[in-house]
């Protein structure tokens, strides 16, 4: 895709950089600055953090060969760079998921408990919205998120998508409908989620049936990823029996000593797993009307890296 400045830059030139092919002044601070915002854009449209630091990377080599002073709106361009990478890098991703086994979840992010004072952002970033947002197709999907979450004009998500400004609205408008009309309903307060999580953890770490028939909605969905590598579901499990009978059924027994901490993921309460004291996965949960909806269970190692320190967010 070709990076048309638009109308929010001049046309840069030789001057960009100067000849001895240093950072122009500046840049570096401005960049810095608006880090957080461009891995959570990154982050939004792939689900996946490794890939949303190689697209920080990308937009950094793009943004220090231009002047940062010939930039007018320096927070719209580098999104506007920052979603041009992350949508030419969705392509290898979706190869990637296709040959990918067991089901696909998004990459988890350990993230400070102030990110879910921003309840729109939290909401985003979350589980189960990313698992809405991979229904979408790529263009509408960057569409979304930077609409809906990051409040871009739609002339300047016209630049980042190479869409017409009426094109955008179409797509917003479909994404829209779409996301409201497979997004979780009665969406549950930190507070209320950190609850059911409770009831949960105790009812999964006694294995006991009524506790888990108890917490668990009539329809919740329990999907896991270990991506080939490590044991887990290779489909989905519908159904509170189900999903209760898989818990109860030795899941917590089948190896030795595990624990579970409560911590934030993705902006909401949910617990990391460990094993013999190593870090063996990530249990996020959806909640709705005090039922547990969904549980994710990450296991991929591979999608484990961002366990060991939170991951600064903004938008």
Not at 191 to 216: K, P, W
Not at 235 to 241: K, Y
Request: net charge neutral; proline share 6%.
């Amino acid at each position: 895709m070709s990076e048309r400045r638009g109308p929010i830059t001049q046309t840069p030139g030789p001057a960009d950089r100067d000849v001895r092919g240093e950072v122009p002044d500046g840049a570096t601070e401005v960049f810095l600055a608006h880090r957080n915002l461009l891995f959570t854009v990154a982050y939004e449209i792939l689900g996946s953090a490794a890939d949303a630091e190689d697209v920080l990377q990308e937009t950094w080599l793009r943004w220090t060969a231009v002047d940062p002073a010939r930039v007018r709106k320096e927070r719209a361009y580098l999104v506007q760079i920052a979603t041009r990478q992350a949508l030419d890098r969705v392509r290898a991703l979706g190869r990637r998921k296709e040959s990918y086994v067991g089901p696909w979840l998004p990459e988890p992010l350990l993230t400070a408990p102030d990110v879910a004072e921003d309840v729109a952002l939290a909401d985003s970033i979350s589980m189960a919205m990313l698992l809405v947002l991979e229904t979408l197709a790529p263009v509408e999907r960057a569409v979304f998120v930077l609409r809906e979450v990051f409040d871009l004009a739609y002339e300047e998500i016209a630049e980042a998508v190479g869409k017409s400004p009426a094109a955008v609205r179409q797509l917003a408008y479909r994404a829209r409908g779409h996301v409201a009309a497979r997004r979780p309903r009665g969406c549950a307060s930190p507070a209320q989620t950190r609850a059911a999580l409770h009831a949960f953890q105790q009812a999964v770490e006694t294995g006991e049936l009524q506790s888990l028939l108890d917490i668990l909605a009539p329809d919740v969905v329990a999907l896991s990823d270990g991506g080939g590598v490590r044991h887990a579901l290779l489909r989905p499990v519908v159904g509170a029996d189900k999903v209760a009978r898989l818990l109860a059924g030795g899941w917590w027994k089948r190896q030795a000593p595990r624990s579970l901490e409560p911590v934030e993921i993705n902006g909401g309460p949910a617990l990391l797993v460990r094993v013999d004291g190593q870090v063996d996965g990530v249990l996020a949960v959806s909640v709705e009307n005090g039922y547990v909806t969904g549980a994710y269970h990450v296991r991929n190692p591979d999608k484990l890296s961002h366990m060991a320190h939170e991951t600064a967010i903004s938008r």
